[in-house]
């Protein structure tokens, strides 16, 4: 699940943008786009 995804990879420290590159990624097998959200700024 994403949220799940998310929220490891938050505890872990690791900075939004890679979370986003992370889940666009994995979750783009299922034939879905990426959201259209904008990616968080660098740095968060």
Same mark, same amino acid.
């Given at each position: 699940?994403? #949220?799940?995804? #998310? ?26 786009? +990426?959201? +259209? ?8």
């Amino acid at each position: 699940m994403i #949220v799940l995804d #998310v929220q490891q990879m938050k505890e872990e420290g690791k900075p939004l943008t890679e979370i986003r590159e992370y889940i666009d990624g994995k979750y783009s097998q299922y034939g879905t786009d +990426p959201t +259209p959200t904008p990616f968080p700024p660098e740095g968060l």
